[in-house]
């Protein structure tokens, strides 16, 4: 696990993660350091709004206002580079007196990345109706009709037969394998 490359949320006053995010590019350039920081990244989204004549306007909007996320290999020049650039208040998940922080699981960054096009979304070539096999969690093994699909989120809805019934279960879409 150490001197692995992870994801760590960088708190930042609200307002400055653009500023904050130059910096610290500035700071790793100026460093040598990217082979120790080498993605840093601010959750956005598109969002429409509409306005009063009726158009309707895309807006650019941040998912996590205040926090920036930077890909890393933690050691002490790492993290003193990222704590001590300009507009940063901390690392979340640090208790703050010189501990280190805490990484991102993957099942909590990986829905971040997919949502801002950093990370590729796996297709899913499946149909309702069509017969799966559960590779994953507590039905793993079980075989399953779909029920449901939601490409947009990455989840379907499997029927698989359980006490004799024909029970919904909610799986994304690495949970299963085409029959």
């Known amino acids: 696990m150490e001197n692995e490359r992870r994801w760590y949320i960088v708190q930042t006053y609200s307002g400055f993660e653009n500023s904050v995010k130059i910096n610290l590019q500035r700071r790793i350039e100026s460093m040598q350091m990217e082979d120790l920081l080498s993605q840093i990244v601010i959750p956005e989204e598109i969002q429409i709004e509409r306005k009063p004549d009726g158009t309707q306007k895309e807006k650019m909007v941040k998912i996590f206002p205040g926090y920036v996320f930077v890909e890393m290999i933690v050691t002490d020049d790492s993290w003193f580079v990222v704590r001590n650039t300009p507009g940063v208040t901390g690392f979340l998940g640090s208790s703050g007196g010189g501990t280190k922080p805490v990484p991102l699981p993957p099942e909590e960054i990986n829905p971040i990345l997919k ?19 559960v590779v994953t969690g507590p039905f793993n093994g079980q075989i399953g009709t779909i029920d449901e699909i939601e490409a947009e989120k990455q989840e379907l809805t499997v029927l698989v037969d359980m006490f004799g019934r024909k029970t919904p279960v909610e799986l994304n879409f690495e949970d299963i394998e085409k029959l």
């Open 115 to 133: 949502k801002c096009g950093l990370m590729e979304v796996p297709k899913m070539n499946v149909e309702l109706g069509e017969k799966v096999r």
